[in-house]
């Protein structure tokens, strides 16, 4: 048994070495957004490590989470346009270049991990050709957890969240705030702390995970879990960058990239309600909306709805169509 392992290892060994001119080592970076323990970080340090041991090292990869190398809104550009080999985004963060990226925002239309597997499933292929286009090759997609509104008071209607300081990720977080009468203010995740301590926000909506990672609990003091929407994170790699890779190896990428999308769906999935414990554990309340509240969410949710729809047109129509089938 340790002789035929030993055996086993040599061969692998001298196959690597054969190997080794063929293609020399490369060095990747992907930019991330999110703080190294949060689990799309997580899983993206292990996909670099799968890509990492299937290549015997000539692939190496380094993550740089937390918006160490570029800032969330700058990671797709710097990607598209060969400064980083890979990246993560929020893939809403661009709904602006394309609807379609902001298919997994729409409030209230996939509201579970099935359905908002299903939703990917049903628009990755526009995902796929609009990133194409744009010189980027999709990789794999991951959820965050269910979003719900983190507040220093109690909300019992949507007139409550009128003239609040509203901190949004994106061009619907934005627009909720237009619609409630509150005062929409743009922050990242890697900014969202500061922006806590110094009070220039006091209400926002984001996952259990993100007001975990931002101490929430030091300054608000509700959760209302409205589960509104699924958002997700898209990895990407830069398309002339992976051209360039040997056969084997890009083989490999895109073998690691199916097994994070797996884990990452999983790993999501199990931390969701770990991350509502941790806030209730620091004393904050947990709630689920109140019945007036979640008929006015329910009622901007179609007002929204509508928006999509008018911005996607027949191709928002046929996704959708996919994904109610
Ligand atoms: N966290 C990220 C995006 C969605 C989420 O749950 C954020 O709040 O910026």
Same mark, same amino acid.
């Given at each position: 048994?340790?002789?035929?392992? #030993?055996? !086993?290892?040599?061969?692998?060994?001298?196959? =690597?070495?054969?190997?080794?001119?063929?293609?020399?080592? !490369?060095?990747?970076?992907?930019?991330?957004?999110?703080?190294?323990?949060?689990?799309?970080?997580?899983?993206?340090?292990?996909?670099?490590?799968?890509?990492?041991?299937?290549?015997?090292?000539?692939?190496? #990869?380094?993550?740089?989470?937390?918006?160490?190398?570029?800032?969330?809104?700058?990671?797709?550009?710097?990607?598209? !346009?060969?400064?980083?080999?890979?990246?993560?985004?929020?893939?809403?963060?661009?709904?602006?270049?394309?609807?379609?990226?902001?298919?997994?925002? #729409?409030?209230?239309?996939?509201?579970?991990?099935?359905? *908002?597997? %299903?939703?990917?499933?049903?628009?990755?292929? *526009? #995902?796929?050709?609009?990133?194409?286009? +744009?010189?980027?090759?999709?990789?794999?997609?991951?959820?965050?957890?269910? +979003?719900?509104?983190?507040?220093?008071?109690?909300?019992?209607?949507?007139?409550?969240?009128?003239?609040?300081?509203?901190?949004?990720?994106?061009?619907?977080?934005?627009?909720?705030?237009?619609?409630?009468?509150?005062?929409?203010?743009?922050?990242?995740?890697?900014?969202?702390?500061?922006?806590?301590?110094?009070?220039?926000?006091?209400?926002?909506?984001?996952?259990?995970?993100?007001?975990?990672?931002?101490?929430?609990?030091?300054?608000? !003091?509700?959760?209302?879990?409205?589960?509104?929407?699924?958002?997700?994170?898209?990895?990407?790699?830069?398309?002339?960058?992976?051209?360039?890779? $040997?056969?084997?190896?890009?083989?490999?990428?895109?073998?690691?990239?199916?097994?994070?999308?797996?884990?990452?769906?999983?790993?999501?999935?199990?931390?969701?309600?770990?991350?509502?414990?941790?806030?209730?554990?620091?004393?904050?309340?947990?709630?689920?909306?109140?019945?007036?509240? %979640?008929?006015?969410?329910? %009622?901007?949710?179609?007002?929204?709805?509508?928006?999509?729809?008018?911005?996607?047109? =027949? $191709?928002?129509?046929?996704?959708?169509?996919?994904?109610?089938?």
């Amino acid at each position: 048994m340790m002789f035929k392992l #030993i055996k !086993t290892c040599a061969i692998a060994a001298c196959v =690597a070495a054969l190997a080794a001119p063929a293609m020399a080592q !490369t060095k990747w970076n992907l930019p991330a957004a999110y703080p190294a323990d949060n689990p799309h970080s997580v899983n993206l340090i292990a996909f670099a490590k799968d890509v990492a041991d299937a290549t015997g090292n000539k692939l190496q #990869i380094t993550v740089h989470p937390a918006a160490s190398l570029f800032k969330a809104p700058e990671i797709k550009r710097a990607v598209a !346009t060969g400064q980083a080999q890979a990246g993560e985004v929020l893939i809403s963060l661009h709904e602006n270049e394309d609807p379609m990226f902001g298919i997994d925002v #729409i409030p209230f239309l996939s509201t579970s991990y099935p359905a *908002a597997k %299903k939703l990917w499933l049903a628009s990755k292929p *526009a #995902i796929e050709k609009k990133l194409a286009s +744009q010189g980027l090759m999709l990789l794999f997609a991951v959820p965050w957890g269910p +979003q719900g509104i983190y507040a220093k008071k109690d909300l019992n209607t949507v007139e409550d969240m009128k003239g609040l300081k509203w901190r949004a990720y994106n061009v619907g977080t934005s627009r909720i705030a237009e619609l409630v009468g509150a005062q929409p203010v743009t922050i990242q995740a890697a900014e969202l702390p500061q922006a806590l301590a110094t009070g220039v926000v006091n209400a926002f909506m984001t996952s259990g995970s993100t007001g975990y990672d931002s101490k929430s609990w030091e300054t608000m !003091t509700h959760f209302y879990d409205t589960q509104a929407w699924i958002p997700k994170n898209v990895t990407f790699v830069n398309k002339a960058a992976f051209d360039a890779l $040997d056969k084997p190896t890009q083989d490999a990428i895109l073998k690691a990239a199916a097994v994070a999308e797996e884990r990452g769906w999983k790993l999501a999935e199990e931390k969701a309600k770990w991350y509502l414990e941790q806030l209730q554990a620091n004393k904050m309340k947990v709630l689920p909306p109140p019945a007036a509240l %979640k008929t006015g969410l329910e %009622k901007i949710g179609e007002q929204l709805t509508a928006d999509w729809l008018k911005k996607a047109g =027949a $191709d928002g129509e046929a996704v959708i169509a996919t994904y109610k089938k």
